[in-house]
């Protein structure tokens, strides 16, 4: 699988990169909750600059559905993008959509401005 994990100051990242699809992602969601609360960590940051192949709107929805469910509103979500306009759209999407089901979420396209909004 195109993906890595690691905590780091109690933030779990996650790299994507590769081909993504909304089964990978199902994968990753369950993978990310586990650790999450084996090592009580309640920070996401999910880096997808070198994937291929984000998810389409529908899969958006869809995923934040489950992922509501599966974290709650208690983990904060940091997504970072390559800076491209169509992945804006999607990730406005994504942070209305998630808001909606009580996920803190926010996108950004600058690492070091994700990790200070994550430790904030």
Same mark, same amino acid.
């Given at each position: 699988?195109?993906?890595?994990?690691?905590?780091?100051?109690?933030?779990?990242?996650?790299?994507?990169?590769?081909?993504?699809?909304?089964?990978?992602?199902? *994968?990753?969601?369950?993978? %990310?909750?586990? +650790?999450? /609360? &084996?090592?009580?960590?309640?920070?996401?940051?999910?880096? #997808?600059?070198?994937?291929?192949?984000?998810?389409?709107?529908?899969?958006?929805?869809?995923?934040?559905?489950?992922?509501?469910?599966?974290?709650? *509103?208690?983990?904060?979500? %940091?997504?970072? +993008?390559? /800076? &491209?306009?169509?992945?804006?759209?999607?990730?406005?999407? #994504?942070?209305?959509?998630?808001?909606?089901?009580?996920?803190?979420?926010?996108?950004?396209?600058?690492?070091?401005?994700?990790?200070?909004?994550?430790?904030?």
């Amino acid at each position: 699988m195109p993906v890595d994990y690691e905590i780091k100051d109690q933030i779990l990242h996650i790299s994507v990169n590769g081909w993504w699809s909304s089964q990978i992602g199902h *994968s990753v969601q369950a993978e %990310a909750a586990k +650790l999450c /609360n &084996d090592h009580g960590i309640t920070r996401l940051l999910i880096d #997808f600059r070198n994937a291929e192949n984000l998810s389409s709107t529908i899969d958006i929805y869809e995923v934040t559905k489950d992922h509501a469910r599966v974290f709650g *509103s208690d983990v904060k979500h %940091a997504v970072v +993008l390559r /800076n &491209d306009e169509k992945l804006k759209q999607s990730a406005e999407f #994504f942070e209305t959509v998630a808001r909606n089901r009580g996920i803190i979420a926010e996108s950004f396209t600058s690492m070091s401005d994700a990790i200070q909004w994550l430790k904030d």
